[in-house]
C-alpha cells in the first residue's frame, strides 16, 4: 500500500510539474501535501477519454478531470491528426461559451494549432456553438473545436470536435484523435507560441444571422409575443438579432438568466428539461399576462430550443412541449411549406415522424443518437432529437440550432395565431390523423458508473418478454449492429397491443448517455385516434400505459 500511495504522488507531482495553469497547480499541490490520497487516486486513476462527445468532465487538477493540461494534449492530437491527413496547413476555427476557463481553453487550442504549423480563428467572444458549426463551412476550415459542457452542470466544461464537413466527428476519426492524444508524451513537447491566430471579427456572425433569415417564408406572420430565456448562456443576443432581422417582435427575456453566469445561479441544471429550470420563464409569462403566446428557451450554448405553450388551469400556466412534439410540428411545418430532402430522426425519438414523412411521399431515416450522426444523411433536409435539438437548415449548420429552431416554431406559431390556431390545434390535427404518438423518458443519474452497467447486463441476461402486458415481440441488442445501424450499447424492444385494448403499438429503447452519467429509457406508446372526439380517451388510455411500461422497466433494469 506505501508503494502503491508514492507512485501515486510521484504521478502526481509529474503531473503539477508541467502544468501551466495556477489555479490547478495550487489545487494539486494542496492534495498532494495533504496526502488526500482517495482524491488524488480519483483524479489519477486514468484519462479522460476522447470520444465522439470529444471530451467532457468536470474542472479540475488532474488527467481524470478537464483542465489546460488535458487540453493542450487533446489539441495537439487533434493537429496530429489533421497534419496525418494532409491537412496540415488548413484553419482551425475555435469557439467556446461562456464557462468557467473555456476561453482559457480556447486560446491553448489556437496556440497549438499555431505551433503544428496549421493556421487558427478564435470566434471574437463566447457565442453560440451553431455559429461555430457554420464558420467551419463558411470559413472552409478543415476543422472545427467548440468549448462547451452544454447543459451540464456548472462544475463541467467540454470539448466538441468538428471535421470540415462541418459535422461533428464519428468513428474511426475519434479513434484516431484519441491515439494521437495518447502519443504526446509531455506538454514541453507541445509548441505553444503565444501568438500568430487570429481573432475574428463580426463578419462571421453577420455572414450567420443574414443565413438565419433563409429559413422562414417571405411574407409570413411575424406577429408573436414571446418570452424567452437564455439560461445563464450565450444565446441572447444572438436570438434577440435573428428575432429583430426577421421582423418579429423583440421576445421578453427572463432577466434573471438573461446574463452570461457560469454558475447558473438561479437553476439546479441549466437544461429546460430538468425540473424547475423554467420556473423563471414562465413567472416571467405570467406576470406579462395573457398577451404572451409562446415561452422559448435556450440551453447555455444555444443550440437546443425548448418551447412551452399556454396551458390554462394548471398551476404554472405553461406546457413544455416535448422534444418529440416540436419535432412534429416543425415537420408537419416545413411539409406545408413544401419541403424537398430527406427528414431524419433517431432511434430513441417518436415514430411520428416516420408517418408524416410517408404522408408525403418524403425520405425518411433513422440514425443512432446524436447530430454527429444525424448530419450525414444524404440529402437531409431537417433532422431532430427528442433531447431538444433541430436542424432546420442542414446546408448552413450541419448540427442542432436553437437560433433557428426558435425562428421556425416562432413564425409556425404566428401563422397558426392569424389562423385562430395554436400550435396545441395542430398537435391535436396530427394526432387525429397519425395516432396519438405519447412518449415519455426514464432517466436516472448516478454516481457510480458500474450501476448502468450492471443494468444494461441485467437487460441482456433476463430480457422481458412483456411490459405493462403488451408482450415484446422484437427485441435487438445494438451491440450487434444492424444494416442501417453501427454497434452501440443500446437495447430496443418492439411491444404488440390490440385494437379492442386501446393501444396499437409500443417501443422501448435503452442506453447509457454518451454525455451524462445516465441510464436513459426512452418510451413510446401508439393509441389509434378513431375520430376527433376520441382523441382525450386515447391520449388518457397511452398515458397510463406509458407510466405502466416507465414502472415495468424500471424494475427489469434493476433501477
Not at 476543422?143 to 451540464?152: K, M, P, Q, R
Not at 447555455?300 to 400556466?317: F, Q, W, Y
Request: contains cysteine; negative net charge; proline residues 7%.
Amino acid at each position: 500500500m506505501a508503494t502503491e500511495t508514492a507512485e501515486l504522488i510521484d504521478r502526481a507531482r509529474a503531473w503539477l510539474a508541467e502544468d501551466p495553469d495556477p489555479e490547478t497547480r495550487d489545487e494539486l499541490a494542496k492534495l498532494i501535501a495533504a496526502e488526500d490520497t482517495d482524491e488524488l487516486a480519483a483524479r489519477f486513476a486514468g484519462t479522460l477519454q476522447f470520444g465522439t462527445a470529444g471530451l467532457r468532465g468536470e474542472l479540475g487538477a488532474g488527467p481524470m478531470r478537464m483542465n489546460r493540461s488535458v487540453v493542450i494534449r487533446a489539441a495537439a492530437g487533434l493537429a496530429a491528426y489533421l497534419r496525418a491527413k494532409g491537412e496540415g496547413s488548413g484553419l482551425v476555427v475555435i469557439g467556446y461559451d461562456a464557462r468557467h476557463k473555456s476561453a482559457d481553453f480556447a486560446r491553448d487550442t489556437a496556440a497549438v494549432m499555431v505551433g503544428a504549423g496549421l493556421r487558427a480563428a478564435l470566434l471574437p467572444r463566447p457565442l453560440p456553438t451553431p455559429v461555430l458549426a457554420f464558420a467551419i463551412r463558411h470559413l472552409g476550415a478543415v476543422a472545427g473545436v467548440e468549448v462547451t459542457a452544454s447543459h451540464n452542470p456548472p462544475r463541467d466544461n467540454g470539448y466538441k470536435v468538428y471535421l470540415g464537413d462541418g459535422s461533428q466527428i464519428v468513428p474511426p476519426a475519434d479513434g484516431e484523435i484519441a491515439a494521437e492524444i495518447a502519443a504526446v508524451r509531455s506538454l514541453a513537447d507541445v509548441p505553444r507560441p503565444e501568438s500568430g491566430w487570429e481573432t475574428l471579427d463580426d463578419a462571421v456572425l453577420d455572414a450567420y444571422l443574414a443565413r438565419t433569415d433563409a429559413v422562414l417564408t417571405p411574407g409570413s406572420a411575424r406577429d408573436l409575443d414571446v418570452v424567452y430565456t437564455p439560461m445563464h448562456g450565450v444565446g441572447r443576443d444572438v436570438l434577440v438579432a435573428a428575432f429583430a432581422r426577421a421582423g418579429f417582435p423583440a421576445p421578453v427575456v427572463v432577466q434573471e438568466q438573461a446574463e452570461p453566469d457560469p454558475d447558473f445561479p438561479t437553476v439546479a441544471f441549466p437544461n429546460p428539461e430538468e425540473p424547475g429550470a423554467m420556473d423563471l420563464a414562465f413567472a416571467t409569462a405570467r406576470a406579462r399576462g395573457a398577451d404572451v403566446d409562446l415561452v422559448i428557451a435556450n440551453d447555455p450554448d444555444a443550440d437546443r430550443c425548448a418551447v412551452a405553450v399556454p396551458a390554462p388551469g394548471t398551476p404554472e400556466g405553461w406546457r413544455m412541449l416535448r422534444g418529440d412534439e416540436v419535432g412534429a410540428l416543425l415537420a408537419a411545418h416545413l411539409v406545408s411549406k413544401q419541403a424537398a430532402g430527406t427528414f431524419a430522426t433517431t432511434i430513441v425519438s417518436s415514430q411520428l415522424m416516420s408517418r408524416i414523412a410517408a404522408a408525403s411521399s418524403l425520405p425518411y431515416e433513422e440514425t443512432l443518437t446524436g447530430f454527429k450522426w444525424l448530419a450525414r444523411v444524404d440529402g437531409l433536409r431537417y433532422a431532430y432529437e427528442e433531447a431538444l435539438g433541430y436542424c432546420v437548415d442542414p446546408e448552413g449548420v450541419r448540427d442542432k440550432d436553437g437560433i433557428t429552431a426558435a425562428l421556425l416554431v416562432t413564425e409556425l406559431a404566428a401563422e397558426l395565431k392569424r389562423a385562430g390556431r395554436t400550435l396545441a390545434d395542430l398537435l391535436d390535427d396530427l394526432a387525429v390523423e397519425f395516432g396519438v404518438h405519447a412518449t415519455d423518458q426514464l432517466s436516472v443519474r448516478v454516481e457510480d458508473l458500474t450501476l448502468i452497467a450492471d443494468a444494461m447486463r441485467r437487460l441482456r441476461e433476463q430480457p422481458p418478454a412483456a411490459l405493462a402486458g403488451l408482450t415484446v415481440t422484437r427485441a435487438d441488442d445494438l451491440n450487434q449492429g444492424t444494416e442501417a445501424l453501427p454497434p452501440t450499447d443500446g437495447l430496443r424492444y418492439y411491444l404488440s397491443g390490440s385494437p379492442e385494448g386501446g393501444i396499437e403499438s409500443a417501443r422501448v429503447v435503452v442506453r447509457p448517455s454518451g454525455t451524462e452519467p445516465k441510464l436513459k429509457c426512452y418510451l413510446e406508446v401508439v393509441a389509434p385516434v378513431s375520430a376527433p372526439e376520441a382523441l382525450d380517451a386515447a391520449r388518457t388510455k397511452a398515458a397510463a400505459t406509458l407510466a405502466a411500461i416507465k414502472e415495468d422497466v424500471s424494475a427489469a433494469a434493476g433501477i
